[in-house]
């Protein structure tokens, strides 16, 4: 897919102001400072779409981006953070459960998984949770470049084996890196295929 253009079009705090579902969405979400802002400017050949390294945990927004006027990218608030309050987990809760559970434009969510890291409870909870509501979902693993190709692999291997403890089969994945721009072509070709816009 080539990226002819990506528009901003709107952040909301609340479901109810959202565009209308009526053109099909893939949303990215994963834990606080996991790469999701470098990965959707990457993606999308934008430098400032997607703000980097935000306060984690401050701002609750969906993010919608028009790309090539025929799909949005949702760009979702990290969960996961330790110092955010509970209160402010709670509404993060309610917010992007009810967005995940009930958007019917939404074909799938891009769970963002940290390459270097042992299987985070975090995610594996969050990927249960879209499982138990059959919420079609598939594993990008990032910041790739950061170490050894044999290393992700390895870690991958991991995230698989503990995801195969809830799962039957294992969801997609995808090896990406922002730095380097791996794995963007992949990506894009699913997002190419899955879309039924
Ligand atoms: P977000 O909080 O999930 O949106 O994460 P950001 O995109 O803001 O990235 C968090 C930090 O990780 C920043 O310092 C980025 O520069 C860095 N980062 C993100 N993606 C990559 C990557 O692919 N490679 C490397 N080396 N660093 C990355």
Not at 20 to 35: D, K, L, M, Q, W
Request: hydrophobic share 35%; charged share 25%.
């Amino acid at each position: 897919m080539i990226i002819k253009s990506a528009t901003f079009i709107a952040s909301n705090t609340r479901s109810d102001k959202l565009p209308p579902p009526v053109i099909p969405e893939y949303a990215f979400i994963g834990r606080s400072n996991v790469g999701k802002s470098s990965l959707i400017n990457m993606l999308t050949d934008r430098k400032g779409l997607a703000k980097t390294s935000q306060t984690p945990g401050k701002t609750q927004l969906i993010n919608h981006f028009l790309i090539n006027e025929n799909w949005y990218l949702v760009d979702l608030p990290g969960y996961g953070y330790a110092k955010i309050s509970k209160s402010k987990r709670e509404e993060w809760e309610k917010f992007i459960r009810y967005y995940l559970r009930h958007r019917e434009s939404l074909q799938c969510v891009m769970v963002l998984v940290d390459s270097r890291l042992e299987p985070q409870k975090a995610d594996l909870d969050f990927c249960c949770w879209l499982g138990e509501n059959s919420i079609p979902f598939v594993v990008v693993y990032t910041k790739t470049d950061k170490q050894s190709r044999v290393k992700t692999d390895q870690r991958a291997a991991a995230f698989r084996k503990a995801m195969l403890q809830y799962f039957e089969e294992m969801p997609q994945q995808f090896i990406t890196s922002s730095e380097a721009r791996e794995g963007r072509d992949t990506l894009l070709a699913f997002i190419d295929e899955t879309n039924k816009g």
